[in-house]
Structures are given as C-alpha cells and as structure tokens.
C-alpha cells in the first residue's frame, strides 16, 4: 500500500489542482481588468487549450507583422516599388505607357536586379522615373492642403465660438450693469418692492455672467501662468477691484485680440489654402505640374494670412460700396483667396507717398528775350518786375516807340507776334 501511495503520489503532483479553474463568478473578487487578466493567464498557464490560443495569436501577430514588413515601401526592392506604383496607377484607372510598363517588367524577370545587365537598368531606372512623375500626382498635394484646411478650420471654428461666447457675455455684463445703475437710483417709495426684486434678479444674474466669465477667461489664465516665468506677472486681482469691471477689462481685451489678430490671421490662410485646393482640382493638370504645386504654392498660405492680417486695416470699403456688408472677416478671407488685391492697394499706398511731383517745364516767350531800345538814344530799358514777363522780356513796336527812328529789329517776326497785353504794358511804362 506504501508502494502504491509513492506510485501514484506524483501522478496527483503533475494534475493540476481543482483551485487553477476559474470561474466566471470570481472574476470580480481578482481585481481590477489588467490584474484579472494576469490572473487568469497566470492560473491556466499550463492549460493546453490556453497553449494553443496563445501559439495561434502569436502565429497571427507575426503574419501581421511580416505583411507589414513586406509591403513597407522602404524594405522594397526598387523592382518591387515599381510593381505596386504600377498597381496603384491600374486601380486608380490610369493609363500606363507601354515604354514605361515594358522595361519594369523585364527588371522583373531578370531575377536579381544588382546582376542585370546594364542596358536594362537604364531602361528600368529611366521607366521608374517616368512611372514616379505620373504616382506623385494630385493626389498627394491635395491630401496635403486637405489636411492642413481641415486642421485651420477646426482651429477657427474654435477660436470664433470662444469670441462669440465672449462678445455674448461681456454684451450682457454691460446691459446688466446698466439696469443695476438704474435701479440704484430709483428713489420712490410706491414701488419700492418691485425696485428691491428687480434689483436682486439683475445681480443675481450678474453673478452668473461673472462665473461664466471665470470659465471663458480659464485658457488665457492658463496661458498667462506659463509666460509668468519670463516675469510678465501672474495677473492677480486686487481684493478691493470690482469684480464686474475686471470681467469687462478681460472680456475686452480678449475679444480685441482674437478679432483683430488671430481671427482674420487664420481666415486669411483659410482663404489661401482654399485657393490652392481650386488650383489643384483642375483636371486638366498632369502629373509634373501637379506635383510642383505644392513647392510652388508653399509660401502661398503664410502670404494669405499677411493679407487678411492687413485686410481689417487697408480695405475699408466706401459707404456707398456694396462690400459694406461684409464683415472684417468675409474681407480676410477674400484677401486670402486673392492676395494680388491687398499688394495691389498696399503698393498704390506706397507710391501715393513716395512718388514726388514732377517738375513743371519753364514756358519760353514767343517774343525776343533780350530787351531793345525804347527810344532813339539807344539806351535799353530793363524790364519792369511787376510787369508780364512776356511784356517785360518783349521790345516795344515801333508804333509804340513813338518819334524813335525807324529801325527794323533782327528779329521783326517774332516782335510782330506780341500779344496786345504786352503793347499796354509797354505804353503805360513810357507813359510814366
């Protein structure tokens, strides 16, 4: 009976014990998710079902793992590259030249690429180059911009809920502000009670756009608790300010900001990125014209958020425009979209006041310019300085010289063409 207990005693050593079973009614008494699961893992540890899943998930990860493998366009072989570009190309319905499908299929039945002869790896290398022009298409310009329109959009959906709701609150702040005024100076005694209840309703719900305000105003609090450390100050409120003039100084601030910078800065790159995504959805593009749009245009989005930034300061449309009924806004993303418009009007700008008048050119008179004689003793009379200069730079005629000898000046055509102002300026100075 000895024997027969040492027999069977590591038989019942090697079965595992009733306690390695678990139940679904003691889960919860194990603990959390993560140590449920290492305890039953770790109590049908030997369980040779509980093998099997195992072997089979980890068969399953590592076939995951190695088609991940394969496919990762940098673990392939320049030969294998152009085979899936080509099958992408086919699954997209585009059309594969024959001088471009040819060589990359010859490449593939050369076996080792590095081995192939010379005159096929040219052609294979000059066939991928043109098959790479024609994949790198549109397509990935657009998811691009797409991407970056997406996330501009979302960023500015944000910041205009978070301006309205300031606007909103801080509206409301100043008209309940002004019904407590008017409540305070209401003296009658008539209508005492419905003064006192309406006065408590309107600081009741003062009370309530502050603590709304404490949430709005949470972010930039935040903010300012970062820039503390470069010694810009906390922004602490003083025990004795009044709570309801410090939301309204906030409240402003805040909106002032977001509508003057930060709102028509990402409506003008809205604008541009839109411009960009028009330019790319013409069909008419081939694949090397739309693949350098993207290098082409990059510069176009931060010019667009320069234009709408400038939109709100040099595009103030007339009062008798039909653009007065668009906000600052709508005008940052126009001048976004088309950036040539605020460069135009910010160039006219410019030269409006750099550009110097020209000079006026000097009118030369008809007449002779040095003076002649005005009598018979050949003295010359200078010309009288209030006097016309084209009748002080004239000779008298001889009809206006009086008993003066006749004689004919060299230059009797030009004396002939004096206008009549000029003979009666001349006469009244003889005269005297």
Request: overall charge positive.
């Amino acid at each position: 009976m000895s024997g027969l207990s040492v027999v069977h005693s590591p038989l019942h050593e090697r079965t595992p014990p009733p306690r390695a079973a678990v139940h679904p009614g003691e889960l919860p008494r194990l603990g959390t998710l993560p140590g449920q699961l290492k305890a039953i893992l770790r109590q049908s540890g030997r369980h040779p079902r509980v093998e099997v899943v195992r072997s089979h998930l980890r068969i399953r990860v590592m076939s995951l793992w190695s088609t991940k493998s394969d496919t990762d366009p940098k673990k392939l072989s320049p030969v294998e590259q152009a085979r899936a570009s080509m099958r992408k190309l086919s699954e997209r319905g585009v059309e594969i030249p024959a001088q471009v499908a040819l060589p990359i299929l010859e490449a593939e039945k050369a076996g080792d690429f590095k081995s192939a002869p010379s005159d096929v790896q040219h052609k294979f290398w000059s066939a991928y180059g043109a098959l790479n022009s024609k994949i790198k298409s549109a397509e990935e310009a657009k998811d691009y911009y797409r991407r970056f329109f997406y996330g501009i959009l979302t960023a500015l959906l944000l910041l205009q809920l978070y301006y309205s709701a300031s606007l909103a609150v801080q509206a409301r702040l100043i008209d309940v502000g002004k019904a407590i005024q008017a409540f305070d100076t209401q003296s009658t005694t008539t209508q005492i009670a419905k003064v006192l209840a309406d006065h408590k309703e309107a600081v009741r719900e003062q009370a309530t756009y502050l603590h709304i305000n404490e949430y709005i105003m949470g972010i930039p609090k935040r903010i300012a608790s970062l820039l503390s450390i470069l010694g810009l100050g906390d922004g602490a409120v003083a025990a004795d300010d009044k709570p309801e003039a410090v939301a309204r100084v906030q409240l402003d601030l805040a909106t002032s900001f977001i509508g003057g910078f930060l709102l028509p800065v990402l409506y003008g790159m809205l604008g541009a990125i839109a411009f960009v995504l028009r330019r790319l959805s013409d069909e008419s593009l081939t694949g090397e014209e739309s693949r350098e749009i993207r290098s082409r245009y990059s510069l176009r989005v931060p010019i667009g958020a320069l234009s709408g930034l400038a939109a709100g300061w040099l595009l103030q449309p007339p009062t008798s425009s039909t653009m007065t009924s668009l906000s600052p806004f709508a005008l940052a993303f126009v001048a976004g979209y088309s950036a040539d418009l605020v460069f135009t009007a910010m160039d006219r700008l410019v030269a409006a006041f750099t550009s110097a008048p020209e000079p006026r050119k000097a009118e030369r008179p008809s007449g002779d310019v040095s003076p002649q004689a005005s009598d018979g003793s050949g003295t010359r009379q200078l010309p009288d300085s209030n006097a016309d200069p084209s009748a002080a730079t004239a000779a008298p005629t001889p009809e206006a010289a009086g008993p003066a000898p006749q004689q004919r000046s060299p230059r009797a055509p030009d004396i002939a063409a004096l206008s009549s102002r000029a003979q009666a300026n001349q006469q009244a100075n003889q005269n005297v």
